[in-house]
């Protein structure tokens, strides 16, 4: 117990907390631009002229900051082993700064894939920064408290994301194009950061750790095109096997010229992982922690994390897109974020009771009522939306954003109680690095489903086809009444089912679950005692 009241280690945390709170004000920027845009994505991609049919390209505006995001919170973490947590927390700055301009600044999807791609590296780098700046910062015996704290911060920004660019939509100045300043007004915030950090850190706080060996760039490499080709496979999978005329789709979407090489691209895929897996478990300082996956609770926890991350973006990206096709383009952001306010609140206030839930009841139970919860929500979505009355969804988002937040404390706590000590940072980095594994695979199968169960419903539709001497105005208007009598149903239909199927995926979660610790760690974790004998008597 004598750690555990160190009166110095108390005395250097409360010294050191403002370098914390910087800290973890840059880990919410970063999370917050993870769903920023999924309120005002319809309105981009309308400025941009994309096809709104087109969604198999434009996720990427999504799942390149997923995938940019995950990739560098292992590299990023070792970089900062070597060259300081300082130095590298202020080139995290400098990259999430230079996305969110090139974003801001963009007039076509492909740079602001790009920029997202930047930004994405930038903003997941901030997040292992803070937690390796945590073990430098605090005794053992308070970072797992505060590793929580940054778990916390993190889904905080996501959660939060959505409403904030609604937010800045609906009053930002001028006349058109007010997504932009979503990326504006991270410039004054990254500075602000950047400023504070250079203040506070002294090099006593955050010493260069004189780490030996190198980062793992080629662990990173094979990592980044696991979930590349993944991704284009599975995003450009929908389309494949389709001939003829499904390939323009309902909506008057183009093909994706990649459909046809989506075998290829799963194939590349498979052998990334191979390569990756053989070398993670040889290499000297792996980016992922191998050893930890021999341990049961922490792989179960892991799989959990996967399955609902995935579950958990249908809600977060497929309730815009409903909304885009029922309401007038201006009402769009406003509208969404108000059907996802329910589900972002309910999910933080349950994510901050979740913990108490934990201790009372242990964590399989109270993951097990999560995920009846996300059942329950996602069942009543796939019952009660459809083209006239999509706001009776919000009773499921918030009895869905319920389950998600009893959710967090659980899976992120097995992970950590299987882990030792000295790899509470692996532990807590992989745990968020798979859910958003989940998240980007989740939506790019999702997406493919969407576009090949839409083409399967309108191919049994008669196409619209111009008659002889009718004229342009006709065959529009035409075209139009097709939409709303056909198209825009349809999609409603499969956007619905996609619901259904994200139920399914979070019920596949309580397997992994039932193989979780029944209870916690509740109390701070003694010095002499390891996580070995911990989880025997826990």
């Given at each position: 117990?004598?750690r555990l009241f160190?009166?110095r280690?108390?005395?250097n945390?409360g010294r050191?907390s403002?370098l914390?709170t910087?800290?973890?004000?840059?880990?919410?920027?970063g999370?917050l631009?993870?769903?920023?845009?999924?309120t005002i994505l319809?309105?981009?991609?309308g400025?941009?002229?994309?096809n709104?049919?087109?969604?198999?390209?434009?996720?990427?505006?999504?799942?390149g900051?997923?995938i940019?995001?995950v990739v560098?919170?292992?590299?990023?973490?070792?970089?900062?082993?070597?060259?300081?947590?300082?130095?590298?927390?202020?080139i995290s700055l400098?990259?999430?700064l230079i996305?969110?301009?090139?974003?801001?600044m963009?007039?076509t999807?492909?740079a602001?894939?790009?920029g997202?791609t930047i930004q994405?590296?930038?903003g997941g780098?901030?997040?292992p920064?803070t937690?390796?700046l945590?073990?430098?910062l605090?005794?053992?015996?308070?970072r797992?408290h505060?590793?929580?704290i940054?778990g916390?911060?993190?889904t905080?920004?996501?959660?939060?994301?959505?409403?904030?660019g609604?937010i800045?939509?609906?009053?930002?100045?001028g006349t058109s194009?007010h997504?932009r300043?979503v990326?504006?007004l991270n410039?004054?915030?990254?500075?602000?950061?950047s400023?504070g950090?250079?203040?506070?850190?002294r090099?006593?706080?955050?010493?260069?750790?004189h780490v030996?060996?190198?980062?793992?760039v080629?662990g990173?490499?094979?990592?980044?095109?696991?979930?590349?080709c993944?991704?284009?496979?599975l995003?450009?999978g929908?389309?494949?096997g389709?001939?003829?005329?499904?390939?323009?789709?309902?909506?008057g979407?183009t093909?994706?010229p990649?459909?046809?090489?989506?075998?290829?691209?799963?194939g590349a895929?498979?052998i990334?992982?191979?390569l990756?897996?053989?070398?993670e478990r040889?290499?000297?300082?792996?980016?992922?922690?191998?050893?930890?996956?021999?341990?049961?609770?922490f792989?179960a926890?892991v799989?959990a994390n996967?399955l609902i991350g995935?579950a958990?973006?249908?809600?977060?990206?497929?309730?815009p897109?409903l909304i885009?096709?029922?309401v007038?383009s201006?009402?769009?952001?406003?509208?969404?974020?108000?059907?996802?306010?329910?589900f972002?609140i309910?999910?933080?206030?349950?994510?901050?009771?979740?913990?108490?839930?934990?201790?009372r009841?242990?964590?399989?139970r109270t993951?097990?009522?999560?995920i009846v919860?996300?059942?329950?929500g996602?069942i009543?979505l796939?019952v009660s939306?459809d083209?006239?009355?999509?706001?009776?969804g919000a009773i499921g988002?918030?009895?869905?954003g319920c389950?998600?937040g009893l959710l967090?404390?659980p899976?992120?706590?097995s992970?950590l109680?299987?882990?030792?000590s000295?790899?509470?940072g692996?532990a807590?980095?992989t745990?968020l690095?798979?859910r958003l594994l989940g998240m980007?695979?989740?939506?790019?199968a999702?997406?493919?489903?969407?576009?090949?169960?839409l083409?399967?419903?309108?191919?049994?539709?008669a196409?619209?086809?111009?008659?002889p001497?009718?004229?342009?105005?006709?065959?529009?208007?035409r075209?139009?009444?097709?939409?709303?009598d056909?198209?825009?149903p349809?999609?409603?239909?499969v956007l619905?089912e996609?619901f259904l199927?994200?139920?399914i995926?979070?019920?596949?979660?309580?397997?992994?679950?039932?193989?979780?610790?029944?209870?916690g760690?509740?109390?701070?974790?003694m010095p002499?005692?390891?996580s070995?004998?911990a989880?025997a008597?826990?």
């Open positions: 117990m004598k160190d009166r280690a108390w005395r945390a050191d403002p914390l910087i800290s973890l004000f840059a880990v919410f920027l999370a631009d993870l769903t920023v845009i999924a319809p309105e981009m991609i400025d941009l002229g994309v709104t049919a087109d969604v198999d390209r434009y996720v990427w505006v999504v799942n900051y997923l940019a995001y560098a919170i292992p590299l990023f973490g070792r970089i900062s082993d070597l060259i300081g947590r300082l130095k590298t927390f202020q400098a990259i999430f996305g969110s301009v090139w974003c801001a963009s007039q999807l492909t602001l894939i790009i997202r994405g590296l930038g780098a901030l997040l920064v937690m390796a945590i073990a430098d605090y005794a053992a015996d308070r797992l505060y590793l929580g940054v916390g911060v993190d905080l920004g996501w959660v939060t994301g959505p409403i904030w609604a800045l939509v609906a009053f930002a100045p194009e997504w300043w990326f504006w410039i004054p915030f990254a500075l602000l950061l400023l950090l250079a203040i506070l850190a090099p006593s706080v955050t010493p260069r750790l030996r060996g190198n980062v793992d080629l990173a490499t094979f990592l980044a095109a696991v979930l590349v993944l991704n284009l496979a995003a450009s929908g389309e494949l389709n001939a003829g005329r499904s390939g323009l789709r309902a909506m979407g093909p994706n990649l459909a046809k090489y989506s075998p290829a691209l799963l895929a498979l990334f992982l191979i990756l897996i053989v070398w040889h290499a000297t300082k792996p980016i992922l922690p191998m050893a930890l996956f021999q341990e049961r609770p792989t926890a799989v996967g995935a958990l973006m249908v809600g977060m990206v497929n309730i897109v885009a096709l029922l007038d201006s009402q769009v952001s406003e509208i969404s974020a108000l059907m996802l306010a329910p972002t309910s999910m933080a206030i349950c994510s901050l009771l979740s913990g108490a839930a934990s201790t009841f242990g964590l399989r993951a097990a009522a999560g919860l996300v059942l329950i996602y009543a796939y939306l083209v006239d009355h999509y706001e009776r988002l918030v009895i869905a389950g998600f967090m404390t899976l992120n706590g992970t109680s299987a882990a030792e000295q790899d509470y692996a807590a980095s745990t690095m798979v980007t695979i989740g939506i790019s999702l997406t493919a489903f969407g576009v090949k169960r083409q399967t419903l309108t191919d049994r539709i196409p619209i086809v111009r008659q001497n009718e004229s342009t105005a006709a065959f529009l208007a075209q139009q009444q097709f939409i709303v056909h198209a825009i349809l999609s409603v239909q619905r996609t199927i994200a139920a995926i979070a019920l596949l979660a309580i397997i992994p679950i039932s193989l979780l610790a029944g209870r760690p509740h109390a701070p974790v002499a005692r390891s070995r004998s989880s008597t826990d």
